[in-house]
């Protein structure tokens, strides 16, 4: 797959786009593209849009949804935070997003007090996510809220490796995986056509029986991932713990579980 190219609509955002592109490893072009997709840099925000009649697709952390979420979102009574552990719990974990996305759940989790760090290796929803961090830092309803929330732009697996060979205390208690998998229910596709972009362009998350051994050699607490009701699981490592929902689903892998071991030297 080639390249998604960066266009500036903005001419006096000429500089962040060129920060964009050199951070992403983004192709930067004079003209808006007439066909395919392509990132477009406005003067109020990053999109991911395209010549077909859908919407632009971007991150948001201010308004919309997300400020619904963070009003009215119900607290650690949310399902997420039920599956992270957050609610009852005396100290909020270390929460790493392994699948980051347009970042929607490490944004609830970060509202609610946790410290997340992002994980995403397209250099597109990278980008998007950068973006919106950077928007959300600059409004004063949401400063506090991206400040808890760190941008990794990179392989998933590589980078939890590395964390495995820490000691425990500096590792993540949890790690959130919410994976992108070719969908093979016609009649399922719920999603919106902007959303069936972005999957088109970020690409279907293969590797994920991959992920999963990486995040359970690296999260000291527990791996969440989340998955739709009636989606398949991961290929593995068997869920210790299924929360379902209405349309999403929980599997939990609880690390004391899965390796009694590490907790037995820890004594």
Same mark, same amino acid.
């Given at each position: 797959m080639h390249p998604t190219p960066l266009y500036c609509a903005e001419s006096a955002r000429r500089d962040t786009a060129g920060q964009l592109a050199s951070r992403f490893a983004l192709?930067?072009?004079?003209?808006?593209?007439?066909?395919?997709?392509?990132?477009?840099?406005?003067?109020?925000?990053l999109e991911l849009v395209t010549s077909a009649k859908h919407g632009a697709v971007y991150a948001e952390f201010v308004e919309g949804a997300a400020r619904h979420r963070r009003e009215q979102g119900g607290g650690r009574g949310q399902p997420v935070a039920k599956a992270v552990g957050l609610?009852?719990?005396?100290?909020?974990?270390?929460?790493?997003? @392994?699948t *980051?996305?347009? =970042?929607?759940?490490?944004f609830v989790l970060a509202t609610l007090g946790c410290h997340v760090t992002m994980l995403e290796r397209s250099p597109v929803a990278a980008a998007l996510l950068a973006d919106a961090l950077e928007r959300a830092a600059r409004d004063p309803s949401t400063q506090d809220i991206a400040a808890r929330m760190t941008l990794v732009h990179g392989n998933a697996i590589d980078w939890l490796a590395q964390q495995a060979a820490l000691p425990r205390e500096a590792r993540p208690d949890v790690v959130f995986v919410d994976p992108m998998f070719p969908d093979t229910d016609?009649?399922? @596709?719920? *999603?919106?056509? =902007?959303?069936?972009?972005f999957q088109h362009v970020i690409g279907d998350d293969l590797d994920s029986a991959q992920l999963l051994e990486a995040a359970i050699a690296a999260a000291t607490v527990r791996v969440v991932v989340k998955r739709p009701q009636r989606g398949v699981p991961i290929e593995g490592v068997k869920p210790s713990v299924v929360?379902?929902?209405?349309?999403?689903?929980?599997?939990?892998?609880?690390?004391?579980?899965?390796?009694?071991q590490d907790f037995a030297d820890a004594d």
């Open positions: 192709p930067l072009v004079a003209q808006r593209p007439t066909d395919g997709y392509w990132l477009e840099l406005g003067p109020e925000r609610k009852g719990a005396k100290d909020l974990p270390r929460v790493v997003d @392994a *980051a996305g347009l =970042g929607g759940d490490s016609k009649k399922s @596709a719920a *999603a919106k056509k =902007g959303m069936q972009a929360l379902d929902g209405k349309s999403t689903r929980f599997d939990l892998y609880i690390i004391k579980a899965l390796r009694p």
